[in-house]
Structures are given as structure tokens and as C-alpha cells.
């Protein structure tokens, strides 16, 4: 879930902060940012919520362009 460090780093937040506004442990969000484990519905909606993104953007499916400023 490349798009989730990519949500979570445009909101300034480290991993440490953002496992703690998640509750569950630094390395279960270093897991969900490669890859290696997938995140439950739950976590996806909260996630989606602490980062003011759609779930579809975390998941890859929208394109980071909403937070880019070509002017």
C-alpha cells in the first residue's frame, strides 16, 4: 500500500505517529506501507479518516493529483 506512506508522509505524520493515532504497533504500519500484511476494513476506514483520504486513494485505485499544486 505504497499510497498509504504516501497519505501518511503529505500529512507530515512519522510512523510512530501515526501507529499511535491507529493503536497498533510501528511495525504493523512499516508491514501495511510494503506490503506485507493488508489492513482490515477497520483499519482501512480509520486509516482513511485520520488521514483525510478516500479508501480508494490508500488502496491505489485514485491518483495522489487532489494534492498536487501544478500552478
Known sequence: ???L???RMMRNKTQEQ???EMEVAKNTVSAWERGAINMSIE???KASDILNVSTDFILGKETAKE???LD
Open 1 to 3: 500500500m505504497l499510497n
Open 5 to 7: 506512506k504516501i497519505a
Open 18 to 20: 501515526f501507529s499511535k
Open 43 to 45: 483499519n482501512l476506514n
Open 67 to 69: 494534492f498536487i499544486n
